[in-house]
């Protein structure tokens, strides 16, 4: 049965009433546990601890049992899956919804995922499908956005932020030639998710569906050029020191923060970073939707949590009513504002860029990204791509000049097959 989205958002996905936990006059009650990875700062404990709480206060006789996992969250997830030792409810990385569900260890939250569409951001509905079904509810997403030197584009006579690569190219290089010392653009090969959304807007697909398997596009021609142009970005424009080739964000951030970096793609948590680093640049700072490519689009990846029920909860009343109660736009909003995320349902966004912390002129351009959006292929094994880091040794072996991008990328498709066949 499909599941709808009116009513009990989430009673309908995984059956309600016959569930432990409910009883005859429709009452819930019980026990559940609801687990979280690593949080997010000081804030996010005493924030979901209150949420849970609250749902205790006005519903009497149940009770959610809260527990943050720390750092090795995925690996206690795995062992507790293997074990049959699962909670009822649990906040996951996006990313982990397709592999879990491959494990048989998630409720089905939707027969068909068009259903939901409308309701969420659409990149994070695409995070939660396997085979065809929704495992998961979408809870928060973020995203990344252009984070940029205001004063530095006056100063080159541009009063608005690049809106192609090739217009932040030519930016970043007139920057860099009127302020020495400057770098143009702070480059990120250390770190995938700056780089491998280039090949969407380029107008390519990172992995294609064919059947029943997902077969890797690296080694198309939109690929190549996308890795080559970002490439071409350190090694022929040289608007990043050389050592790029290995930066994270954290090193952009610093960069950014000395004042040493004129643009750079990070989250709305790397602006605090740098607003941190140094408040005086917040007048200097400006944000923007990130730029489009030859493809004729800026999307970008979805990362964020999704909200799901295991399979094995004894108590799928309770559970099911739980996540309805934090879907609420009332608890969801106040939650995400405060952890400097965005909710992944359309109305909560809508009220987010209204009223909530992306309401504000530096950080609305999250809000904005968000409705440009996309997810990574939804296969169970793709954390295999990852852990293996296939990836940034293909940009960085073009940044190197160890390989040409042609074939880095013919390579990086043989082992994402592999990894993913």
């Given at each position: 049965?499909?599941?709808?989205?009116?009513?009990?958002l989430?009673?309908?996905?995984?059956g309600?009433?016959?569930?432990?936990?409910?009883?005859?006059s429709g009452e819930?009650?019980?026990?559940?546990?609801?687990?979280?990875?690593?949080?997010?700062g000081?804030?996010?404990?005493?924030?979901?601890?209150?949420?849970?709480?609250?749902?205790?206060?006005a519903?009497p006789?149940?009770?959610?049992n809260?527990r943050?996992?720390?750092?090795d969250?995925?690996?206690?997830?795995?062992?507790?899956i293997?074990?049959?030792?699962v909670?009822?409810?649990?906040?996951?990385?996006?990313?982990?919804?397709?592999?879990?569900?491959?494990?048989?260890?998630?409720?089905?939250?939707?027969d068909?995922?068009?259903?939901?569409?409308?309701t969420?951001?659409?990149?994070m509905?695409?995070?939660?499908?396997?085979?065809?079904?929704?495992?998961?509810v979408?809870?928060?997403?973020?995203?990344r956005?252009?984070?940029?030197?205001k004063?530095?584009?006056?100063?080159?006579?541009?009063?608005?932020?690049?809106?192609?690569?090739?217009?932040?190219?030519?930016?970043?290089?007139?920057?860099?030639?009127?302020?020495?010392?400057?770098?143009?653009?702070?480059?990120?090969?250390?770190?995938?998710?700056?780089y491998?959304?280039?090949?969407?807007?380029?107008?390519?697909?990172?992995?294609?569906?064919?059947?029943?398997?997902?077969?890797?596009e690296?080694?198309?021609?939109?690929?190549?050029?996308?890795f080559?142009?970002?490439?071409?970005?350190?090694?022929?424009?040289?608007?990043?020191?050389?050592?790029?080739?290995?930066?994270?964000a954290?090193?952009?951030?610093k960069?950014?923060g000395?004042?040493?970096t004129?643009?750079?793609?990070?989250?709305?948590?790397?602006?605090?970073?740098?607003?941190?680093?140094?408040?005086?640049l917040?007048?200097k700072?400006?944000?923007?939707?990130?730029?489009?490519?030859?493809g004729?689009?800026?999307?970008?990846?979805?990362?964020g949590?999704?909200?799901?029920?295991?399979?094995?909860?004894?108590?799928?009343?309770?559970?099911?009513?739980?996540?309805?109660?934090?879907?609420?736009k009332?608890n969801?909003?106040?939650?995400?504002?405060?952890?400097?995320?965005?909710?992944?349902?359309n109305?909560?966004?809508a009220?987010?860029?209204?009223?909530?912390s992306?309401s504000?002129?530096l950080?609305?351009?999250?809000?904005?990204?968000a409705?440009?959006?996309?997810s990574?292929?939804?296969?169970?094994?793709?954390?295999?791509v990852?852990?293996?880091?296939?990836?940034?040794?293909?940009?960085?072996?073009i940044?190197?000049?160890?390989k040409?991008?042609?074939?880095?990328?013919?390579?990086?498709?043989?082992?994402?097959?592999?990894a993913?066949?």
């Amino acid at each position: 049965m499909a599941i709808g989205l009116t009513g009990a958002l989430a009673l309908a996905a995984c059956g309600g009433a016959s569930d432990s936990g409910a009883n005859s006059s429709g009452e819930i009650k019980g026990t559940i546990d609801f687990w979280m990875g690593d949080p997010i700062g000081d804030a996010q404990q005493p924030i979901m601890q209150k949420l849970a709480d609250d749902y205790a206060a006005a519903h009497p006789g149940t009770k959610v049992n809260l527990r943050f996992l720390g750092k090795d969250a995925h690996q206690t997830y795995l062992t507790s899956i293997a074990g049959g030792s699962v909670p009822c409810v649990a906040l996951i990385g996006n990313t982990w919804t397709p592999e879990f569900a491959a494990l048989n260890a998630l409720e089905v939250y939707a027969d068909d995922p068009k259903t939901l569409q409308g309701t969420y951001v659409p990149g994070m509905i695409e995070s939660t499908i396997f085979k065809g079904k929704s495992y998961a509810v979408p809870y928060d997403t973020g995203v990344r956005a252009l984070i940029y030197r205001k004063d530095l584009l006056e100063g080159i006579g541009k009063t608005a932020a690049p809106a192609t690569w090739d217009e932040l190219r030519e930016a970043a290089l007139a920057v860099q030639a009127k302020n020495p010392g400057v770098n143009g653009f702070g480059i990120i090969g250390g770190a995938h998710w700056y780089y491998l959304p280039l090949i969407w807007n380029w107008g390519g697909e990172i992995a294609k569906q064919s059947g029943d398997k997902w077969v890797s596009e690296a080694g198309s021609t939109q690929s190549v050029q996308a890795f080559q142009f970002y490439s071409d970005l350190l090694t022929k424009d040289k608007l990043s020191p050389a050592g790029a080739s290995a930066w994270t964000a954290a090193d952009v951030d610093k960069s950014m923060g000395l004042g040493q970096t004129a643009m750079m793609v990070g989250g709305s948590w790397d602006l605090r970073t740098i607003l941190k680093q140094a408040p005086d640049l917040e007048s200097k700072l400006a944000t923007a939707v990130l730029p489009k490519g030859p493809g004729g689009n800026n999307d970008t990846f979805a990362g964020g949590s999704n909200l799901a029920v295991f399979r094995e909860c004894n108590n799928k009343a309770v559970a099911n009513d739980f996540v309805k109660f934090m879907m609420s736009k009332e608890n969801l909003v106040p939650v995400t504002s405060n952890l400097g995320l965005l909710p992944a349902t359309n109305d909560a966004l809508a009220q987010e860029k209204a009223t909530g912390s992306f309401s504000a002129p530096l950080f609305k351009a999250y809000a904005d990204q968000a409705d440009h959006t996309r997810s990574i292929p939804p296969v169970a094994s793709w954390g295999k791509v990852e852990g293996a880091n296939s990836i940034v040794n293909a940009m960085q072996s073009i940044m190197s000049g160890k390989k040409t991008a042609d074939a880095a990328m013919k390579e990086l498709a043989d082992q994402v097959n592999q990894a993913i066949g």
